[in-house]
């Protein structure tokens, strides 16, 4: 890391921070020193924390470092749908796996070893056997110690290769060790369940659809207020996946969850993600004859 140095004194400087302030309370105004002078490495979490302090990001940074965004999770998804996404090439899956992997032993970000893990994953998957593939789940989840938009984003690639058997056998053993761990406020294993119905609807596999939704009821009781959201999504799944298989009626629930967002302005993204599914739904009526 001490060839970060350099750059982080250009943008000091450009911000008008003198040593001693963005210092304080991190490290001592002789290692800043020594380190934006190249002659020293800090702590990646001391890193951090001056970046904080000179009011940048660490994609700020990276632009500034290499001229490109190297930390960029937007990116990094699109990346992975690209290539993740291409079934017959396993190597580009292991080559992209290095990668990465070289860039968390360079960095020592996490997210780049979520990305290594995930690659590699799904370049070796053709490999493995139903039950190994169960193995590698489960052995990633025990050594989660915590969980973030990343650790959820990487289960939920993992999750799309399974059948719907397999995912409930996931979020069951899912449930279970999260008990040990400090789950982020914004990770709902209902909400994770509704994404995977919706997964097998996007791909037309309506019968693997039902089956998630009907998980997600066994999992997320009716009474349960505090779900009320959550139980209008499912009905909005659930109407999807009627029409799709014949019963326009299912367009009642559909709708119901529409009118719902757009009594809230700030929901108006949302509810045009929503007719865009509607519309698909019953394109595909359509297109099979089933309406």
């Known amino acids: 890391m001490s060839a970060f140095g350099l750059t982080f004194k250009e943008i000091r400087q450009e911000k008008n921070y003198n040593l ?5 309370d991190i490290v001592s105004v002789t290692t800043l020193s020594t380190f934006e002078n190249g002659h020293t490495d800090i702590k990646l979490s001391n890193f951090m924390r001056l970046l904080n302090r000179i009011n940048c990001t660490f994609d700020e940074f990276s ?5 490109e965004a190297i930390f960029d999770i937007n990116r990094l998804i699109k990346e992975f749908i690209d290539v993740g996404g291409n079934r017959n090439d396993n190597g580009a899956k292991l080559r992209k796996s ?8 360079e960095f020592g970000i996490d997210t780049f070893n979520h990305m290594a893990i995930l690659f590699e994953f799904y370049g070796s ?10 193995d590698v789940i489960k052995n990633y989840l025990k050594r989660v110690e915590s969980w973030d938009k990343y650790e959820i984003f990487l289960f939920h690639c993992m999750s799309f290769t399974f059948t719907p058997d397999e995912l409930i056998d996931f979020n069951r053993y899912f449930l279970r060790v999260t008990k040990n761990y400090k789950v982020s406020p914004s990770v709902d294993v209902g909400e994770i369940i509704l994404n995977q119905s919706l997964t097998f609807v996007r791909n037309e596999s309506f019968e693997h659809a039902q089956r998630m939704l009907d998980y997600f009821h066994e999992v997320v009781p009716d009474f349960d207020f ?8 499912s009905s909005f799944i659930k109407g999807l996946i009627m029409i799709s298989t014949g019963d326009a009626s299912g367009k ?13 302005s700030s929901l108006t993204e949302t509810s045009n993600q929503m007719l865009f599914w509607l519309d698909r739904a019953q394109l595909y009526a359509q297109e099979n004859a089933i309406s």
Not at 20 to 24: C, D, L
């Open 20 to 24: 001693k302030e963005v210092a304080a």
């Open 63 to 67: 632009f500034r470092f290499k001229g």
């Open 98 to 105: 290095r990668h990465y992997a070289k860039l968390y032993d």
């Open 125 to 134: 998957k053709a490999a493995l056997n139903d039950f190994e593939k169960v």
């Open 226 to 233: 505090t779900n009320h959201g959550l139980m209008l999504l």
């Open 252 to 264: 009642v629930l559909c709708d119901q969850y529409v009118d719902v967002l757009n009594l809230d």
